[in-house]
C-alpha cells in the first residue's frame, strides 16, 4: 500500500518539477519584455512614462 503512493508522489513531484522549469524561461522572457516596453516608453514620453509603468506594475496579468 505504501510503495505504491511513495511512487505517485516521486512521480507528482517530478512533474512538478518539469512544469517550473518549463515556466521559468517563460517568466524570463515576460521580465525582458516589460523592461523593454519600460524603456521604450521612457524613449518616447519622458517623465510620464513613469506614471503609466506605475499602473501596469499594479496588474500587469491583465495584458493576458
Same mark, same amino acid.
Given at each position: 500500500?505504501? /510503495?505504491?503512493?511513495? &511512487?505517485? /508522489?516521486?512521480?507528482?513531484?517530478?512533474?512538478?518539477?518539469?512544469?517550473?522549469? &518549463?515556466?521559468?524561461?517563460?517568466?524570463?522572457?515576460?521580465?525582458?519584455?516589460?523592461?523593454?516596453?519600460?524603456? /521604450?516608453?521612457?524613449?518616447?514620453?519622458?517623465?510620464? &512614462?513613469?506614471?503609466?509603468?506605475?499602473?501596469?506594475?499594479?496588474?500587469?496579468?491583465? /495584458?493576458?
Amino acid at each position: 500500500m505504501i /510503495l505504491p503512493l511513495r &511512487s505517485r /508522489l516521486a512521480e507528482e513531484r517530478a512533474a512538478g518539477h518539469a512544469a517550473e522549469l &518549463s515556466l521559468q524561461p517563460k517568466t524570463l522572457e515576460a521580465e525582458r519584455l516589460w523592461v523593454q516596453i519600460a524603456r /521604450l516608453r521612457h524613449e518616447r514620453f519622458g517623465g510620464s &512614462s513613469e506614471r503609466m509603468a506605475a499602473e501596469d506594475e499594479r496588474s500587469p496579468l491583465q /495584458l493576458d
